[in-house]
């Protein structure tokens, strides 16, 4: 033991072993976790998880709140604040389409023409939402004329 820090002191964690890394006794509840302790230590065993973990940890200070959106794949049924649409149209739905939540609702909104006819959405919002889209994996429709 020569480190004055407990990390330091921690045994190295071999890779795929998470059950005996730090012990027998070492993942007993509320042993202290070193940075030397696998992941599984943190109650981690998916991405999922850890991006979980990350967003509440940031939430509770105040680092702003956890996302609504972290499964794998933007779905239809996903709010709006799952694709990075421009501030321009965000704020243009808010404020003249406030029923317009998921992306169902804006597939619809374009689909029926009325999109183009909120205020502050031009040809350049237009094209930039059906970029967001399609990169999200959608097939935006044809907007009518």
Known sequence: MTGTRPEE?????????????CGADAHAPGHRVTLDCPV????????????????DS?????????PTHVCHRVKMACSLSCVPLPLRVVHSLEKYQPDVRTVADLMACLRTGAFQEIPRIGDE????????????????????T
């Open 9 to 21: 002191n921690a045994p190295s964690v071999p890779a795929g072993n998470a059950a005996s890394a």
């Open 40 to 55: 599984a230590c943190i109650g981690v065993e998916t991405i999922s998880d850890l991006v979980r973990a990350l967003t």
């Open 58 to 66: 940031a939430a509770r200070l105040g680092l702003g709140s956890p």
């Open 125 to 144: 919002s237009v094209k930039r939402t059906k970029e967001v889209l399609r990169a999200a994996g959608f097939s935006p429709p044809t907007i009518p």
